[in-house]
T-cell receptor, first 115, second 111 residues
C-alpha cells in the first residue's frame, strides 16, 4: 500500500492564481481531511469528508473548496491564492471519524508559498 | 483560550533522562485522545492513543486525567532518536470527525 499520497510536494504561486492540491489513499478509508500547519500553531482543520459525496467545513475553510467523488481521492482547491495561504498542507485519512480511537494516516505534505 | 494547549518547549535533555509533557484541553465532551510525533519537515505519525486507564508502550507512558482535563506523556531513558515534536490531539467532542491539535512540544535529546 502506498498509504496517503500528496502532490505536488512544493508549489510557488502568485497572488490570485488558483490551484488544486491532490490527495489520494489506497486504504479504503471513509474519512479524509485537510489540515494546514503554520509556525507556532497546531494543525488546523480546513475541510473533511466522512465518505464519497459528503464534505463539511473545518476550522479554517475560507478560500478553499473540496469535493469527494470517490473514496480514494480528496482534492483541495485554492480559488484565488493569497499570501496568508502560505503554509504546509497535510491530507489525512482514517477508517472512521476522529471521535473513534482510530489512527489518522497523514500524507507527506505540500509546501505552498504564495507571493 | 486555545482548545488544546501545550508548552512548546524546547525541552533539552541528556540521553537517558526521563522527560514528561503535559497537555490541557478545554472541551469536557472530548472522548478521544492521542499523542502524535512529528519529525522536522515530516508528517505527523501516531505515537500512542491515550486511554482512561493509562497505557504504556515500552519507554512511553500516557495518562489521562478527565477531571482536570489534561493528558501527559512520559518518556523514560531518552534516546537521541526521540528528538522530535510531540503533538497532543483531542477530538472536538460529540460525534464529529474533528480533531484538535496542540501546537506541539519540541524535545531535543543531547548526547
Amino acid at each position: 500500500n502506498a498509504g496517503v499520497t500528496q502532490t505536488p510536494k512544493f508549489q510557488v504561486l502568485k497572488t490570485g492564481q488558483s490551484m488544486t492540491l491532490q490527495c489520494a489513499q489506497d486504504m479504503n478509508h471513509e474519512y479524509m481531511s485537510w489540515y494546514r500547519q503554520d509556525p507556532g500553531m497546531g494543525l488546523r482543520l480546513i475541510h473533511y469528508s466522512v465518505g464519497a459525496g459528503i464534505t463539511d467545513q473545518g476550522e479554517v475553510p475560507n478560500g478553499y473548496n473540496v469535493s469527494r467523488s470517490t473514496t480514494e481521492d480528496f482534492p483541495l482547491r485554492l480559488l484565488s491564492a493569497a499570501p496568508s495561504q502560505t503554509s504546509v498542507y497535510f491530507c489525512a485519512s482514517s477508517y472512521s471519524p476522529g471521535w473513534a480511537q482510530e489512527t489518522q494516516y497523514f500524507g507527506p505534505g505540500t509546501r505552498l508559498l504564495v507571493l | 483560550r486555545k482548545e488544546v494547549e501545550q508548552d512548546p518547549g524546547p525541552f533539552n535533555v541528556p540521553e537517558g533522562a526521563t522527560v514528561a509533557f503535559n497537555c490541557t484541553y478545554s472541551n469536557s465532551a472530548s472522548q478521544s485522545f492521542f499523542w502524535y510525533r512529528q519529525d522536522c519537515r515530516k508528517e505527523p505519525k501516531l505515537l500512542m492513543s491515550v486511554y482512561s486507564s493509562g497505557n504504556e508502550d515500552g519507554r512511553f507512558t500516557a495518562q489521562l486525567n478527565r477531571a482536570s482535563q489534561y493528558i501527559s506523556l512520559l518518556i523514560r531513558d531518552s534516546k537521541l532518536s526521540d528528538s522530535a515534536t510531540y503533538l497532543c490531539v483531542v477530538n472536538k467532542g460529540g460525534n464529529t470527525g474533528k480533531l484538535i491539535f496542540g501546537q506541539g512540544t519540541t524535545l531535543q535529546v543531547k548526547p
